[in-house]
């Protein structure tokens, strides 16, 4: 596939970004964590080379979610934008619905979903793992 300029940003319009595509993975992540960071049951996420991620404008919010995690949140409407996690260097995972319309990768897995919410039913028959995919 041909590297492709997918930009992205937050609800408030601060913080802009561009990333370089196609992304490595893309998925629904149902883990506590980013449960309690999104205040939502899930979030999706798409997996891209860190060195072609680009703040453009704005200013991020960094913030150590847990040992070794970085989640990278828009500082002025608080929009959940990246994670970093130092098991995976050289990776960023980017919210899917902080790209930009046209850009957004669809989501190939479910993972953690050993803590997906019990109300939450998944019809989609994409493959769905307790942990993460590598285990
Ligand atoms: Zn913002
Ligand atoms: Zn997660």
Redesign the pocket.
């Given at each position: 596939m041909n590297s492709v300029r997918v930009p992205g940003g937050?609800?408030?319009?601060?913080?802009r970004y561009v990333v370089t595509g196609p992304e490595k993975f893309a998925c629904f992540c149902h883990c506590k964590s980013c449960q309690h960071a999104a205040g939502a049951p899930l979030v999706a996420w798409a997996t891209y080379s860190r060195s072609s991620f680009e703040v453009t404008a704005?200013e991020m919010h960094w913030h150590r979610s847990s040992p070794g995690v970085t989640r990278g949140l828009?500082s002025?409407?608080?929009?959940a934008i990246s994670y970093e996690n130092n098991r995976r260097p050289g990776e960023i995972d980017l919210t899917l619905n902080s790209l930009d319309g046209a850009a957004v990768p669809e989501p190939r897995a479910h993972i953690w979903t050993e803590d997906k919410a019990p109300w939450l039913q998944l019809g989609d028959n994409l493959p769905a793992y307790k942990k993460n995919i590598s285990g």
């Open positions: 937050c609800f408030c319009g601060n913080v704005g828009c002025n409407c608080g929009t």
